[in-house]
């Protein structure tokens, strides 16, 4: 069943720049938190014209900038995040990736809201109660409109920030990456945190020279301990994150993103770029599966094939055969553990990203994950790699679950996760 078909198959109307009745009993947004906002931001959508490493570009920007400002937030606080749409005529929202917000505010339209349009806006309200690295991007025509610059970083830290904490969302604008390289001092024995924010619809490679480092959290989520120090690199998939954290040695450090220094605390070392590969379902300390049943299971086999169900069959990104809307919806019950197969069969990576929730890896081509649990809302799935994951469905309402290879997710690669 198509969302929308969903949503006017139960009667509902959706009207412009309104918040949409959808099926799950959540109040309007301003009524689900009663607190008082405690961080005010305000994101304008408009058509921008910026600098993208010493070239001007055509961009679409939040408040003028790409990427959009900083949001961040101290556990505790309430998130209030009007959202303005100068221009852009596809239509905006702000879909706060890999943060479990309650369903009202996750950004998606059609879904969660109708789209923002040129003169609308519409507020966000949250609970800033998930400590971690995040981002935020419109889920309107999102392919689009993330590729040419609607996305930003949300930070929420536990407490003040201490020694160095950076982010470095990396994100492809027109064909140059952003950020420009940046050097900034530190003193030696100063921990660093950086914060490594994949943005684009595919893979990239981090390294670190001239020091060992810990993952100390990916997606948003804390590993386990203790966590090895580790001279490798990291394959982060699209809208993954990882915190990297070491002491700053008295020589310089820098990072590399696909072989180019993007970010260094001093002349950047030579670099030999032969790191190994750190594979995280190897890394920290192993923990139990916090769960003995499973309530409901679903398999989902990617590939590319003819979409058969149209008048005008069309080549897809699909899902079980079919492509969006034609993808049956996964129905679950609040409280259930649901474990779900992905299998890709086809020759390209799938970025797998499920809104709303963060699942458990299990297995990957049946290894069981045998480092710390790792809890993730984006991995790739490989061409011929099956992945089997769980969750609890604890937070009720329709959910996107996509490939975030946007291109692929708006080719047919999008279904839903319903409450029943
Ligand atoms: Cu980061 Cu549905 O998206
Ligand atoms: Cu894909």
């Keep these: 069943?198509?969302?929308?078909?969903?949503?006017?198959g139960t009667g509902l109307t959706v009207a412009p720049g309104a918040a949409p009745a959808v099926p799950h009993g959540h109040g309007p947004p301003a009524a689900r938190i009663a607190d008082e906002p405690t961080r005010r931001f305000t994101l304008t959508a408009g058509?921008?014209?910026?600098?993208?490493?010493?070239?001007?570009?055509?961009?679409?920007?939040?408040?003028g900038q790409v990427p959009g400002p900083e949001?961040?937030?101290t556990v505790g606080d309430v998130l209030e995040v009007t959202l303005r749409n100068r221009d852009i005529e596809r239509g905006v929202t702000v879909h706060w990736h890999g943060y479990d917000v309650p369903n009202d505010q996750d950004g998606v339209p059609g879904v969660t809201q109708a789209a923002v349009r040129?003169?609308?806006?519409f507020v966000y309200r949250f609970r800033a109660d998930?400590?971690?690295?995040?981002w935020y991007h419109t889920h309107s025509a999102s392919d689009v409109g993330v590729r040419m610059g609607l996305y930003g970083v949300l930070v929420v830290r536990p407490g003040p920030a201490t020694?160095?904490?950076?982010?470095v969302p990396v994100h492809t604008l027109a064909g140059r990456q952003l950020p420009a390289p940046r050097v900034e001092r530190v003193e030696p024995g100063v921990p660093v945190r950086l914060r490594l924010i994949n943005t684009d619809s595919t893979t990239h490679r981090y390294a670190v020279a001239g020091t060992p480092f810990r993952v100390a959290a990916i997606d948003g989520v804390d590993l386990r301990g203790p966590t090895p120090l580790v001279d490798t690199a990291v394959l982060i998939p699209a809208g993954g994150r990882y915190d990297m954290?070491?002491?700053?040695p008295a020589t310089p450090v820098a990072l590399f993103v696909d072989g180019r220094a993007v970010y260094s605390t001093g002349p950047v070392p030579t670099a030999t770029g032969a790191w190994p590969v750190l594979d995280p379902l190897d890394y920290g300390a192993t923990a139990p599966v916090p769960w003995s049943r499973t309530d409901k299971t679903f398999t989902l086999v990617l590939d590319r094939g003819l979409d058969l169900r149209r008048l005008l069959p069309r080549y897809a990104h699909t899902v079980n055969g079919a492509a969006d809307p034609d993808i049956p919806q996964q129905v679950v019950r609040l409280g259930d553990v649901v474990r779900f197969t992905i299998v890709n069969r086809s020759q390209v990576v799938h970025p797998w990203h499920l809104h709303g929730h963060h699942v458990l890896v299990l297995t990957r081509d049946g290894k069981p994950a045998a480092g710390s649990p790792?809890?993730?809302d984006s991995f790739d799935v490989r061409p011929g790699e099956v992945w089997e994951v769980a969750f609890r469905a604890d937070n009720p309402g329709m959910w996107a679950n996509h490939c975030h290879n946007l291109a692929h997710a708006d080719a047919g690669m999008t279904l839903h996760l319903m409450y029943s």
């Design 1 to 8: 069943v198509a969302v929308a078909a969903l949503l006017t």
């Design 47 to 63: 058509t921008a014209t910026v600098d993208a490493g010493g070239r001007n570009v055509a961009a679409w920007a939040f408040n």
């Design 71 to 73: 949001l961040t937030a």
């Design 118 to 121: 040129p003169g609308q806006e």
């Design 130 to 134: 998930q400590v971690g690295t995040y």
């Design 163 to 167: 020694g160095l904490d950076v982010t």
């Design 245 to 248: 954290v070491f002491d700053a």
């Design 374 to 376: 790792l809890w993730l």
